[in-house]
């Protein structure tokens, strides 16, 4: 059976996303090439027509993870003003419904730890998707006080996130969440 020419590329997407969430909701080493393909409905066997290796289908799975969490920010920011945008970004960021979906939320508390293991493409690849949130975060602010406020929102949102995770207390996570919310 043929497929129309667009179909590799599709399931490469396809391949990609479902990757995406898998490692953010298990982590690297949590989940296997045959899991992984099990989970985006293709056999194991597909998978090499479209990566070299699992290593590759990681970068591009840290690319897509940090594109969605993007677009989930940028939304938030544009239906904000301009003096509103950190608080905006702060207040998704932490909220119930990120805290509840690390396979969909941001790759910087779900990967950070295993990222840091992982090649040097793969840290780039993690490096510019924190360039991009930086740089989302400060807005149309380009100099260095205002970036350097943005690494420190993002850093301190991340840690948050990663902490209220972390705990097995329903009442620490919210307490976590809530003093970064308050004063951040």
């Known amino acids: 059976m043929r497929y129309p020419p667009e179909h590799k590329e599709e399931t490469r997407v396809k391949i990609i996303k479902a990757a995406a969430r ?37 970068v591009e799975a840290i690319d897509a993870a940090f594109a969605q969490m993007r677009k989930r920010l940028e939304t938030v920011v544009s239906e904000t003003t301009p003096d509103q945008r950190q608080r905006a970004v702060l207040d998704a960021y932490l909220s119930q419904w990120h805290y509840d979906r690390p396979e969909i939320g941001c790759a910087i508390p779900a990967l950070g730890a295993d990222v840091s293991r992982l090649d040097a493409t793969a840290r780039h690849a993690f490096a510019r998707g ?3 949130l930086v740089e989302l975060v400060a807005g149309q602010e380009k100099d260095s006080e205002s970036r350097a406020a943005a690494i420190t929102m993002l850093a301190t949102m991340a840690g948050a996130m990663l902490l209220a995770r972390s705990v097995r207390s329903d009442a620490l996570s919210q307490e976590i969440l809530d003093a970064v919310r308050t004063n951040g």
């Open 22 to 58: 898998a490692f953010r909701k298990h982590g690297v080493d949590g989940i296997g090439v045959a899991q992984l393909m099990k989970g985006a409905k293709l056999t194991h066997g597909g998978f090499y027509a479209h990566f070299e290796s699992k290593d590759d289908l990681i």
């Open 130 to 132: 924190i360039n991009a």
